[in-house]
């Protein structure tokens, strides 16, 4: 019987370990709908894509390794989910390239993720960067994917797919879905300092899945407060505004007793609130990296997991392309 399941895509870059920003906003989404009898989940570990802002070889290596590790801890299950690196399933670049014959350079150099990499790192203005978001579309229609779970950084990037899709159905009668974000609960993860979200590139911002309790809490302390005992609703920007949607994240029955009232009345106390989401977030880490220290010391199961996983995202990757080719004139 053919596999009716639908196919969800996403994708992390090997830029670094996994943190909470990419385990609640897409992660835990994706470990969802694997246990669902309807869909069936590609985790791909972004490579090409970690060489779009300034890297080395060998940390790239790692970082691979590092990411299918996380995924794996975090509750990939290989008999229900595929998992593989971008780079081995050639037909990304591909259909990359074909779609970059639909989107222009003016639509892609407004887009605010690029401005904003460009101003992180201006020496790294880079085609593959501004191209980002053409191979990214690629990825996820590749396997026609319809709806994902993905954060809310990734909007500006899901419509320049909805619109790749669009153009290539309206000019190439292909049959490409529109793909939509699946809303998970921690869509958007602030960032530990109080600025922007939670982010592998920005030093300070984050909290690695493989934190033991102590470091939580020394990067916890760190987060930005104010005395505590001014009256009022809580900032809509800033660290105290980080702490709150943490709180509300990791205590969702309790954080109107527990922050937002003693914020409103003055009597907040930022150590008590640290402290105790510090607990939460590593009680539910503890499982996490008690299963990586297994798989670290099984290294010829993880390259087993990643042949499969590259096997089965090529057959379906090389009957797309297949199809494009033949409706855009290749064939
Ligand atoms: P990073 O910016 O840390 O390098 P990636 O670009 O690799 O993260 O993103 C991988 C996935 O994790 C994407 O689906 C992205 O939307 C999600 N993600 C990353 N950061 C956050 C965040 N702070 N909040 C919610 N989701 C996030």
Redesign the pocket.
Known sequence: MANSKKRVL????A??RL?L??Y????KGMIGLQESKEYEPFFMV?DL?AMTTPYDPESLRRNVREVVLDYLAAGLNPEKASVFVQSLVREHVELAYLFSTVVSIARLSHLPTYKEKVKQYPENNTLALLYYPVLMASDILLYKTQAL??????LPHLEIAREIAKKMNEKYGTDFPEPQQMKTE??????LTGEG?????VEGS?INLTDSLEEIKRKLAKVPTDSGTQRGSIPEIGGVRSLYVFYKLYFPDDFEELFEKPYKSGRIRYDTIKNSLAERIYNELVPIQEKRRVLEAKPEHVDKVLIDGAEKARKIAQLTLEEVKEKMGLK
Do not use: E, F, W
């Open positions: 996403s994708g992390i870059r830029t670094g943190h920003g990419n609640l906003g897409m992660v972004a894509h779970p993905v954060g809310d950084d990734q921690g869509h958007y993860v602030p960032s979200k939670m982010s592998k590139s984050y």
